[in-house]
Structures are given as C-alpha cells and as structure tokens.
DNA sequence: CGTTTGACTACGC
DNA sequence: CGCGTAGCCAAAC
C-alpha cells in the first residue's frame, strides 16, 4: 500500500484508525503504529516500525481542537498510563472519559490491557483499508467485572 | 539554519 | 520492577 504519505494524509489515516476504538476500551500509540505499513517495510514479526510519537502528534492535533467524532482519550501509552502531563486540564478530562466509560485505574495509575484493552479491528477493515492486524494487548482473555461460572 | 523538544517505545542495567 | 538512554522524525524555537 501507500509509502509514508505527508503529515497531513498521516493524520486522517491515524484518527480513522482511532474511531475503531469502541467505548470502554482502550489502545496505545504503538499499537495504532503497528497497523500502518512502514515504506522501509516491516519487522521480522510482520509489523511495521512506524515511529508511535507521530501517532502522539495526530493526537496533539485533535484533543486541541476535540473533534467530537474521535475518542482521542482511548489512546494512551504503552505502560496503560494516560501520557499527557498529569496536571494538565487536558488528562483531567480524559481520565474522566474513560472513567465514564467503566474504565478503572489502578494505584499506579494505570489501565489493566487485560480487561481494558483492545484487540484491534475487524479483520475485513484492516483488508479494505490496508493495514497490518495489530497484536491484540490482552495477554489472556479479558475477565469481567464478574466472571461466570460454567457450573 | 542548527538545536531542542515532544500524548513514544524497546532495551539494558 | 523502576529508571535512564538511544533511536525516531517532524515542528517549533
């Protein structure tokens, strides 16, 4: 598919990517990153190394003007913490998004990717927008708030 | 123009 | 684990 196209390009590619991110859930930059192929290629276990602070930029640009058909507060960084500077009125309201959406964070201040976290898109968008499937950030299958029992 | 600075990450102590 | 660092490239200084 396309080689790096400019900024401008990058950025509607980036925030498309963004308004997959069903409410409750949450992805990291590098997790987007991992979905847009690399002019240089990809790494030995197929995704691209696409630079995830660019991902960081297209979000800068939206939060500043908070386009309501983005839920730019679903992404946060790869250590489940919310990377906009603590004291700022901007990581008060999306801690405060994502709280509303069920979101919970721990004593660290961090979101659980396995409970929280998203697996990406539908594999037929990925196709029709090609793009890599990004590695899913669960580690084992999420467990709800209650779990049921089988018996 | 050279420098500095990022909503980042992976990696190494 | 937690913290420091190197690597990234565009944008702002």
Request: charged fraction near 25%; include cysteine.
């Amino acid at each position: 598919m396309m080689a790096l196209p400019d900024p401008e390009t990058f950025n509607l590619l980036v925030w498309d990517i963004v308004r997959q991110v069903p409410e409750g859930q949450v992805t990291t930059f590098g997790q987007i990153a991992s979905m847009i192929p690399a002019p240089e290629g990809v790494d030995s276990d197929g995704y691209s190394r696409l630079v995830p602070r660019w991902v960081g930029d297209a979000m800068n640009a939206v939060s500043w003007k908070d386009d309501k058909t983005i839920p730019w507060h679903r992404v946060i960084n790869s250590r489940g913490m919310i990377s906009l500077p603590p004291e700022s009125q901007t990581a008060a309201l999306q801690r405060a998004r994502l709280r509303h959406e069920g979101i919970e964070f721990n004593g660290k201040e961090q979101v659980d990717f396995d409970r929280w976290g998203w697996e990406g898109p539908e594999m037929a968008w990925c196709d029709e927008m090609g793009l890599y499937m990004p590695k899913s950030l669960r580690s084992r299958p999420a467990d709800g708030p209650q779990q049921m029992h089988l018996f």
